[in-house]
């Protein structure tokens, strides 16, 4: 008898300058895999949004959390994880502006194939 697969939780550790998303096996509380703002592919935007005048307080947008949702579901899906649950309370006390760009990672994670459980809970108005 084949043992089921233990689950995944996604979390977002969000700030106004980075975005990380990590996925961790919930039995042994060890990290799966995870994607970051903070990877050397979004070093010259980051560098850019720093460097301008007047200076921007966040330094990631929907783009940006789009495209680490699509690196994150890349990665599950090496790995052979198809299914995640996101935690609902604590993704409903995020500030409504950062639970909006939170809308398009999950999207991006559903579209490589990984089915978000949770997710259709969560209202993302105005992404």
Known sequence: ???PTPPHLLRLILSCRKITAQVTNT???SIVAMASSSEKEFLPQYRSKLNRFPRSHQ???ARVA????EKL???LTEIGVS???IDFSEEMSR???YRRMVGPLVDSVKRAGVTVSGAEKL???GY
Do not use: A, I, N, Y
């Open 1 to 3: 008898m084949p043992t």
């Open 59 to 61: 330094l990631w947008d």
């Open 66 to 69: 789009s495209r680490v949702g």
């Open 95 to 97: 500030p409504v502006h």
């Open 123 to 125: 209202q993302f108005e």
């Open 73 to 75: 579901g890349l990665r």
């Open 83 to 85: 299914f995640v649950e």
């Open 27 to 29: 039995t042994t509380e």
